[in-house]
């Protein structure tokens, strides 16, 4: 079967008019915004509103799911590109301008550098389950999302906001996925233990923690430019630590690298986000960006 990565290769390629299709802090959204940025790829990026998400993707496109979508072209001509890995993917085949690739060349084998970007960017999708987490729960939605959502016009309380459709879909929602990715933060009545959360959050901070050999190490798997997974870990750290960039969104965990303490990877958050600064509001179409 054809891929979009397929169906849009070809010459005429690198003057294709390109498209993010964004939420406002999503950490995937986040980490294909660095990739892009940081490579010198040019796109236009357009936002949904980030209320019922699906209900909005789908009124821009039927067979939209979620959020990235890298749109390709324009009008009937357009392919859409669905996913971060995928996106990234779709830029090293098809844009030989962009500063460096974000995945080192193919190579099947279970010891090649390409398989090591990919395990750790894999790993690090657990880190966005831990954003869900610390947004979502019982613990952490009134010190972060309720008051984003509060500042951003949708209510005047973060105690009103929980009964408002986006809080309560976002809520059951994420619950729900998260007992069977997340089990270890439940009790034994399905509620939410924040104790064991925490624990098993810290370990899984020491994991990316151990992926930094030396102090001298400049990006996961020591390679001589940022990859996939560097970006996405970055992305991730900005939800934890910041404000993911200029989106306003309070920090899910801002002590989470020192409490754990994980130094090399605080160091190199703190490199990289300087660097790479995480910007999503610009040439927004749709959503005003406030």
Known sequence: MTTPVQQTMGSGIQSTKLRIVSMMGSHYVGKVVLALDAAGVNYDRAFISGLYPPAELKKRNKDYKTVPVLEVGRGKEMVPVMGSDNILKWVDDNIPTA??????????SPDSKYAEVKSAESFLDRLGLWIIYYHWSDEGFDRTLGRFMCRNGACCCCCCIKSLPPAKYGRTRFKTALKSALPEVFDVNGNYDAAAAKKAFFDDLQKVEVMFK?????????????????????????????????????????????????????????????????????????????
Not at 236 to 251: K, R
Request: net charge positive; charged share 15%.
């Open 99 to 108: 500063a460096f690739k974000f995945y080192p060349p193919y190579d099947a």
């Open 214 to 290: 030396t102090e001298g190490q400049l990006h996961l798997c020591d390679t001589p430019q940022p990859n996939a997974a560097d970006f996405m870990l970055v992305a991730c750290l900005n939800s934890f630590l910041g404000t993911l960039g200029d989106a306003g969104v309070p920090a899910a965990f801002p002590t989470c690298l020192r409490e754990s303490g994980c130094v090399r990877t605080w160091n190199y958050y703190e490199r990289m986000s300087k660097q790479y600064p995480l910007k999503f509001r610009l040439s927004c179409i749709g959503m005003c960006c406030r």
